[in-house]
């Protein structure tokens, strides 16, 4: 079965960071490029990165440039987020995602909260 | 940046009512347009890929339509299981991709 699981959300304080991970499982990991998006409470759904198979291109929403480094390992069948400076305005879902043909998105993992507040 | 958009925002609609949700793109984008479904407190599910094509699994009173910039979702028949909030995304110009704001479909 093909299968993506987050891990690594929580509470933090602003300006604090956190490290997001995602086990890929049940298909060729370093064949499909990845992505994280991200859905605040109530709210719709915003990519916010994108990272080819090899990690040779990498993209990020303007919202998190600067503050959102993503990463893999194909080693491990895991992708990574991590997410520095946080604010009141990161709280949300972090959802990871496959990248599949022309670039729709499937499967997606169930998710992790992460929640910044003091 | 492409902008999506889509109507309506909010839909009530009855199980046997038959249902389209539209989402226009600020820009000609082909057929790269795909539908997906949201249930509460659960992680966006794909229904249909470039533009029209049904994912596996996915029970065929869907289906998708449109190119350039205009797309549409069809439910033929709702049943019960499809009231839930359902995404356009774009990848013709990426980065980034992005998302209509959603639509929610509720029952009346």
């Known amino acids: 079965e093909v299968q993506l699981v987050e891990s690594g959300g929580g509470l933090i304080q602003p300006g604090g960071s956190l490290r997001l991970s995602c086990a890929a499982s049940g298909f060729t990991f370093t064949r499909y490029n990845m992505i994280w998006v991200r859905q605040a409470p109530g709210k719709g759904l915003e990519w916010i990165s994108y990272?080819?198979?090899?990690?040779?291109?990498?993209y990020y929403a303007e919202s998190v440039e600067g503050r959102c480094t993503i990463s893999r390992d194909n080693a491990k069948n895991s992708l990574y987020l991590q997410m520095d400076s946080l604010r009141a305005g990161d709280t949300a879902v972090y959802y990871c995602?496959?990248?599949?043909?022309?670039?729709?998105?499937?499967?997606w993992g169930q998710g992790t909260l992460v929640t910044v507040s003091s | 940046d492409i902008q999506l958009t889509q109507s309506p925002s909010s839909l009530y609609a009855s199980v046997g009512d038959r249902v389209t949700i539209t989402c226009r793109s600020s820009q000609r984008i082909g057929s790269f347009l795909h539908w997906y479904q949201q249930q509460p407190g659960k992680a966006p599910k794909l229904l249909i890929y470039?533009?029209?094509n049904l994912q596996g699994g996915v029970p065929s009173r869907f289906s998708g339509s449109g190119s350039g910039t205009d797309f549409t979702l069809t439910i033929s028949s709702l049943q019960p299981e499809d009231f839930a909030t359902y995404y356009c995304?774009?990848?013709?110009?990426?980065?980034?991709?992005?998302f209509g704001q959603g639509t929610k479909l509720q029952i009346k």
């Open positions: 995304q774009q990848s013709y110009s990426t980065p980034p991709y992005s």
């Open positions: 470039g533009a029209s």
């Open positions: 990272i080819s198979s090899s990690s040779s291109t990498i």
């Open positions: 995602a496959r990248v599949t043909g022309v670039g729709w998105f499937d499967p």
